[in-house]
């Protein structure tokens, strides 16, 4: 039985790239709803003040948890083109400690 761990690069790092911008789109869409404003601005004093102020307090935490999700869909791209490159570095320095052997072939 034997595996491998196969990288493609170029795809890595389309894949890092398409990530990171997936984070600053959502980013994006997140301080357009946070700019909207408070959602208990509505104006009611009356029977619908405690309606109001709970959707407001959800309202606030899931931008929140939002903010954190788009924070992470950046930062997963940033470290899968990190660790693309890595793999890259070590591959060339393998290939270059390489050539210095001696050739060990049997034929």
Do not use: F, K
């Not at 946070?34 to 606030?60: I, K």
């Not at 999700?69 to 470290?79: E, P």
């Not at 050539?99 to 072939?105: A, C, E, K, Q, V």
């Amino acid at each position: 039985m034997s595996s491998e761990l196969r990288l493609v690069h170029g795809s890595l790092e389309t894949a890092s790239a398409h990530l990171r911008g997936d984070g600053t789109d959502y980013a994006a869409a997140l301080r357009r709803l946070q700019q909207r404003g408070d959602a208990a601005s509505w104006g009611d004093d009356g029977l619908l003040r405690p309606l109001v102020t709970a959707y407001s307090e959800c309202t606030a935490i899931a931008l929140a948890a939002y903010t954190h999700m788009g924070d992470l869909i950046g930062a997963t791209g940033d470290a899968l083109a990190l660790s693309s490159r890595r793999v890259s570095d070590v591959n060339e320095v393998t290939v270059q400690n390489l050539d210095g052997l001696p050739d060990t072939s049997w034929a």
